[in-house]
């Protein structure tokens, strides 16, 4: 039976940078996670990496209305969700570089709701706010925070409030969700 010193749980970026320090130091550190699709944990697999991606895009979209008032004459077309879906899942294939695992499909529907209730006010919840929004849902934030991002400094939430406001994000603080129901009306 193999024996280590140091084993390493999890192979989030909490665990591969463990697993990399100890290496580092001359330790032989296996790094063990409970299933390939979690390689990465939830940074690379349904947090940090897919949304900035999905961001990525929706920030184009505002740019581009930035830039055509300036005079550029650009057409956009719409979001195909489906498309940006499968580049996302490409580009976590190749952030996983030599290591081997399989990807898991991000949970989302094929067509953008026409609108979107996004509930909590933190940076998670503001990032898909901010995304859906820019590609045309109505889009409403309700938090039981006072204000959004309550973690941030008050003058941070300001500016985002103040943002959110111009770009037609509704904001609801303080305030608590009692029910929830889905209508698929989607586009
Ligand atoms: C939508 C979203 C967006 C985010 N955006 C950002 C961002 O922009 N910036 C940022 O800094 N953070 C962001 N985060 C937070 C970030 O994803 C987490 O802070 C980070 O993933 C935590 O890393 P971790 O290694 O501690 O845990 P995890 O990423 O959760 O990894 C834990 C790993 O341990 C494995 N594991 C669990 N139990 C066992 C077991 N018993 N045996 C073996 N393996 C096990 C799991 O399979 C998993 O792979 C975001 C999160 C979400 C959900």
Redesign the pocket.
Known sequence: MKQYEVVV???????YQTALEFGKLGARTPL????KE??????LN???VP??NYLESAVLVSRLEHFKSSGLRLDYNGLNLGTLKEKTSALITEIRGGVLWMKKPLRSTERLLVSKAIVGAG??AC?FATFFNSFGARTIIVGRSPRLLPNEDEDVSKALARVFKRSGVEVFTSATVAQTKTEWNCR
């Open positions: 749980l999890g192979a989030g970026p909490g665990g063990i996670d409970k299933s979690k390689v990465g944990g939830v940074c349904l947090g940090c949304t900035k940076a998670i990032e």
